[in-house]
């Protein structure tokens, strides 16, 4: 892996989540993390932006943008924070915090169900290693700014950057040792091949010997890849004309059908929450596949022009191997 796609897939991440509108709990009003300076010169700004996320800095994320970017991404927050149906939104990411909790809680079920085929010992031993990572990482995100409406309208990226962000990639690392697999944000040494006032190309070797050769490029005393500045000012625009074409007349006439599917899935977890026998909880999975296939076959037949009123659920960290 690059190391432009090593320092940039956590800020995709929170891009992500910001342009979809979409364990602890997660304060971003304020930074205990201390600011640290990025050197002026291509090769160590990178070294340095990649060291940080390596030791769980996110607030180094922020730091690493220009100040107009950082401003953009701000606005695109708060924009769709004023666009979003504020009880749709607020409920829908409540539902998935009170699903990593029933999942916290039945584990034992979930791990011990036979219904996706049975697992061997040393698989479900990965994942119950995993699984305080997991529910932490997805905790992390239903109980940050980004998880109510009133969080986006008054959305702070940089405390954003040093509090949730700073928890992902922790959690992140922590599922990349647990799989097994290269950590992403290791990398192995940067090297200065050539560079004017305004761009750069960097040869990085990665731990594994693998030599990659990547451009960036200046924008207000700060180097980002020269791919995402050619393309940042299209992206944003991009993402404000969708969020600005959401209308409350299309929200309302989604609305019904949308709370409908978050009533159903409350009771779901309800079901599932009160199993106290695997025999249960597995009557109530399986009772739970009609309604929901029901639903995904009707989304599917809705057709792709609206805007989304509901956040999406967000993607969880690569795990050693597949839950049930």
Not at 64 to 75: E, F
Not at 164 to 180: F, H, M, P
Not at 211 to 219: D, G
């Amino acid at each position: 892996m690059s190391v432009t796609a090593k320092i940039l897939f956590p800020c995709a991440t929170l891009a992500a989540f910001i342009f979809t509108a979409c364990g602890s709990n997660t304060d971003d009003s304020k930074s205990a993390t201390p600011e640290v300076s990025i050197p002026e010169a291509p090769d160590a700004a990178i070294e340095t932006i990649a060291q940080e996320l390596r030791d769980g800095n996110g607030a180094i994320l922020w730091e690493a943008m220009p100040a107009s970017y950082r401003t953009d991404v701000n606005a695109v927050a708060q924009l769709a924070g004023n666009k979003v149906d504020a009880e749709i939104y607020n409920k829908g990411f409540g539902l998935l915090d009170r699903l990593a909790d029933v999942a916290d809680q039945q584990k034992t079920f979930i791990l011990g169900t036979q219904l996706g085929g049975e697992k061997p010992a040393e698989q479900l031993a990965q994942i119950e290693a995993a699984w305080p990572s997991i529910i932490g990482f997805f905790k992390t995100l239903t109980n940050s700014s980004i998880a109510t409406v009133e969080g986006l309208q008054s959305f702070d990226g940089q405390a954003f950057c040093a509090t949730t962000v700073s928890a992902l990639v922790d959690y992140s690392q922590d599922l990349a040792k647990l799989s097994e697999e290269p950590n992403p944000l290791d990398f192995g040494s940067v090297k200065l091949l050539e560079s004017t006032a305004e761009t750069a190309s960097l040869e990085v070797t990665q731990p594994d010997g693998t030599v990659n050769t990547e451009a960036f490029s200046k924008v207000e005393s700060r180097w980002v890849p020269s791919e995402l500045a050619s393309t940042w000012a299209t992206n944003m625009a991009d993402a404000k004309a969708q969020l600005e074409a959401i209308s409350p007349e299309e929200i309302a006439q989604n609305k019904p059908q949308i709370m409908g599917a978050i009533t159903m899935f409350e009771g779901i977890l309800t079901q599932l929450e009160a199993a106290e026998t695997q025999e249960q909880f597995d009557q109530a999975l399986q009772g739970a596949m009609m309604p929901i296939m029901g639903i995904m076959m009707m989304q599917g037949g809705m057709g792709g022009g609206s805007a989304p009123a509901m956040p999406v659920a967000p993607s969880m960290p690569a795990t050693p191997t597949t839950a049930p």
